[in-house]
């Protein structure tokens, strides 16, 4: 069992900044593939980004490429997600997910077997 807490949300302005963090439990996180999501309003739960257990691969979605970065250190079992010149079109609830396939950047929500409570990002125009 995983247990997995986002941080970092928040309101920024339009090109601004932000950092979250997940922070997950347990003693084997880079048995884990992470993987961020995230869910505007009225929208489903929209992959976009995701990192192997090693850190060594990462995959992003076509709208945040180039502008998030994702990260991990596993040595303080957190995975990151730094984004730059932010949107409005970037508001919305983010997920962290925890993949047991360690090797596999999975996109999809099904593949992922533990989930974050989320954390709100609003981006002002």
């Known amino acids: 069992q995983v247990q997995l807490v986002e941080s970092g949300g928040g309101l920024v302005q339009a090109g601004g900044s932000l950092r979250l963090s997940c922070a997950a439990s347990g003693r084997t996180f880079s048995s884990y593939a992470m993987g961020w999501f995230r869910r505007a309003p009225g929208n489903e739960r929209d992959f976009v980004a995701a990192i192997v257990g090693s850190g060594s691969t990462t995959s992003y979605a076509a709208s945040v490429k180039g502008r998030f970065t994702i990260s991990r250190d596993n040595a303080k079992n957190t995975v990151y997600l730094q984004m730059n010149s932010l949107k409005p079109e970037d508001t919305a609830v983010y997920y962290c997910?925890?993949?047991?396939?360690?090797?596999?950047?999975?996109?999809?929500?099904?593949?992922?077997?533990?989930w974050g409570q989320g954390t709100q990002v609003t981006v002002s125009s």
């Open positions: 997910a925890a993949s047991r396939t360690p090797t596999i950047l999975w996109t999809k929500v099904q593949y992922y077997d533990y």
